[in-house]
């Protein structure tokens, strides 16, 4: 069984096919090893299915900061910054709803309004504890992939609990 027929452009065509072919799929090889050790790549995963959680837990809830339920876009912020912060990156008290517009961006995290919102929804007890010094956290990529399965399934459970 011949792939082609015995013309030359015909097997020509053939082989410049395959020739592509195999080129894209050793250039998706190579680029899903290199992205496996990109430490970036699984950080922005891990970011991503934090705030898609936290955006889809506070739903229905206003704007930690300044309580508008407008129909604004909205972001994850954080009370104390991510940056700064590691240990608190992907810590669910951390991360509430947030207008993205004024408060999240306008008014880098407009934190005094969020203090109080965030005193209301989650005690003091649990500010004092965020606001207080934190262990330097370095993430490594298997802390990563487990921050985003940890999310990605609890989005899973979220979204079947409230579309049933």
Same mark, same amino acid.
Request: aromatic share 10%; glycine share 4%; proline share 2%.
């Given at each position: ?69 407008? #129909? ?6 954080? /009370?104390?910054? =991510? *940056?700064?912060?590691?240990? %608190?990156?992907?810590?669910?008290? #951390? ?6 517009? /004024?408060?999240? =961006? *306008?008014?880098?995290?407009? %934190? ?53």
């Amino acid at each position: 069984m011949q792939p082609v027929c015995q013309t030359f452009e015909c097997m020509s065509s053939y082989l410049d096919n395959k020739r592509d072919s195999d080129f894209k799929k050793e250039t998706k090889r190579r680029k899903k090893a290199l992205l496996e050790s990109d430490i970036d790549f699984w950080a922005a995963k891990a970011k991503k299915a934090c705030h898609d959680y936290i955006k889809l837990r506070d739903f229905d809830k206003p704007c930690i900061s300044c309580g508008t339920t407008a #129909n604004v876009q909205y972001a994850a912020g954080h /009370y104390r910054p =991510s *940056g700064v912060n590691a240990a %608190l990156r992907y810590d669910e008290s #951390n991360i509430h709803k947030q207008c993205n517009r /004024y408060c999240n =961006s *306008g008014m880098s995290g407009n %934190l005094t309004l969020y203090r109080i919102g965030l005193i209301q929804r989650v005690g003091i007890e649990t500010v004092e504890w965020l606001e207080s010094n934190h262990d330097v956290k370095r993430w490594t990529i298997d802390d990563l992939k487990a921050v985003i399965e940890h999310y990605q399934s609890k989005t899973k459970a979220l979204r079947a609990e409230i579309q049933p």
